[in-house]
């Protein structure tokens, strides 16, 4: 079996890896009105999605510490936490931005955003 630890952490990059997919879904949200498609971001709308974004990546931050604190992980868990203002940045974006090209680059910000928190998330585990 898995130690509770290795679940724990597993939350901040699947949440970052929604968080991609919440960005390409507000990037598409007329389109897949017009096309009929009922994804969250269209339900939600652009307020909702954007919301659910700054859910995915703060919860991400929170959850190292919480691994921190409660499951007593080395201080180096919160080594990802290097990589927040990185997300402030991106977050500006999401929040500001509706047109397309400007969203792919929040995209794939947000992409970066999750590779560069995984592996210094995996760099502190193993220190």
């Known amino acids: 079996t898995l130690p509770s630890l290795a679940w724990i952490v597993s939350i901040p990059v699947g949440s970052l890896a929604t968080a991609i997919l919440v960005v390409n879904n507000l990037r598409d949200i007329e389109t897949d009105r017009r096309a009929g498609k009922r994804t969250l971001a269209v339900r939600t709308g652009r307020r909702g999605a954007r919301l ?6 703060a919860g991400a931050y929170c959850v190292t510490f ?6 007593d992980a080395s201080v180096w868990v919160l080594l990802p936490w290097a990589t927040l203002p990185m997300a402030i940045s991106i ?3 999401v929040l500001a931005e509706t047109s397309g090209p400007a ?3 929040a995209l794939a910000a947000t992409a970066r955003l999750g590779v560069f928190f995984s592996a210094l998330l995996a760099l502190g585990l193993i220190a």
Do not use: D, M
């Open 91 to 93: 977050g500006r974006r």
């Open 103 to 105: 969203l792919n680059g």
């Open 66 to 71: 919480v691994a921190w604190l409660g499951w």
């Open 52 to 57: 659910e974004w700054v859910a995915l990546v």
